[in-house]
């Protein structure tokens, strides 16, 4: 039996447990052989000695974020528990918040928060078409426009096209007042969303304006080639295999493209299969084409998020089980 106190004289202690210890909820949680008591600015770990020393080493990570940003999150907490920031020399936290993509509105630095998320950025930098599959909440498009914002800023592209299948979640909205525009942007909305975060206003509509940068349906990418330009295709799990034919076939010579997919959420009609699995089925493992797979320990929502992910994704292969012993009985 181990036990450890650890003592942070230079810290607010309330900031380190949380809010009603949501905090150090969290690390109990994630440690549930180590018998955790804060009081004050000291913290008792009591437990095996291989628990309590992996214990301390979150505590002191979380500790130094603390140090760094002068607040705590659950977010960063979470973050720190699943290895998604690491323990560096010179007391920095480092990792997937390394390296700043871009800067976005009042300056503030646009980083990878998360492993996978750096991985996107890796192999966006490496290949000319990357597909990065995975839940909500995972960073997938907003990394992807800010790859696509910084591409810009450089002038390594002339514009920026963003595209995703006008697809209805279940809900019918075909009979929304307006024009065309006013039908289809309630589709691009999550589009709108990022680039909002990433560009100060004026220079938005500057671009929108200019058509240096396009928010459009897939459907109106056909009959044209998209070159010189940084191109995203978003809820590619709601395209066709034609569609997604269709889309990878107008990207020109110099064109960059980043397609991002959750698999877990496909809108369309039942009779309709999503055309994203033939695409990684036969494309990934061409020289350019790079893949990142992303998962729950990505999520940089709510910390209830990630949680709710992974009971889906119980209960989904739970089903799959009960089907496949269904049809080895009746076969």
Do not use: W
């Amino acid at each position: 039996m181990s036990e450890i106190i650890l003592t942070f004289d230079d810290i607010d202690a309330a900031e380190l447990v949380g809010q009603r210890n949501t905090n150090l909820k969290l690390i109990k949680e994630a440690f549930p052989e180590v018998q955790i008591t804060s009081r004050g600015n000291n913290v008792k770990l009591k437990g095996e000695k291989k628990f309590t020393q992996k214990a301390k080493a979150k505590f002191e990570l979380i500790v130094q974020i603390l140090r760094d940003k002068k607040k705590l999150s659950t977010s960063d907490v979470m973050e720190a528990i699943n290895g998604n920031i690491a323990y560096v020399d010179e007391g920095k936290t480092s990792s997937s918040e390394s390296k700043t993509i871009v800067h976005g509105r009042n300056g503030r630095a646009i980083k990878a928060r998360t492993v996978n998320q750096k991985r996107l950025v890796d192999s966006a930098e490496k290949n000319d078409i990357v597909f990065a599959i995975g839940p909500a909440g995972t960073g997938k498009t907003y990394t992807a426009v800010a790859l696509a914002v910084r591409a810009l800023k450089n002038r390594m592209v002339k514009k920026i096209i963003l595209t995703r299948p006008a697809v209805e979640a279940g809900e019918n909205l075909g009979f929304l007042p307006g024009d065309l525009k006013d039908k289809i942007d309630p589709y691009l909305r999550p589009l709108y969303d990022a680039l909002d975060d990433l560009l100060p206003v004026e220079k938005l509509q500057y671009f929108m304006t200019n058509r240096v940068i396009e928010v459009a349906p897939l459907a109106f990418m056909r009959g044209r080639t998209l070159d010189n330009a940084y191109v995203i295709l978003d809820e590619a799990q709601n395209a066709t295999s034609v569609q997604i034919k269709m889309f990878l076939t107008r990207l020109g010579p110099t064109a960059k493209c980043i397609i991002t997919g959750d698999l877990s959420q496909i809108d369309l009609p039942r009779n309709q299969k999503s055309g994203l699995y033939k695409a990684l089925d036969i494309l990934t493992d061409l020289e350019g084409v790079g893949l990142v797979r992303m998962n729950s320990e990505d999520v940089v929502r709510h910390r209830l998020v990630k949680a709710i992910i992974d009971r889906y994704q119980e209960d989904d292969e739970q089903q799959k089980l009960i089907r496949q012993q269904n049809k080895e009985k009746y076969s």
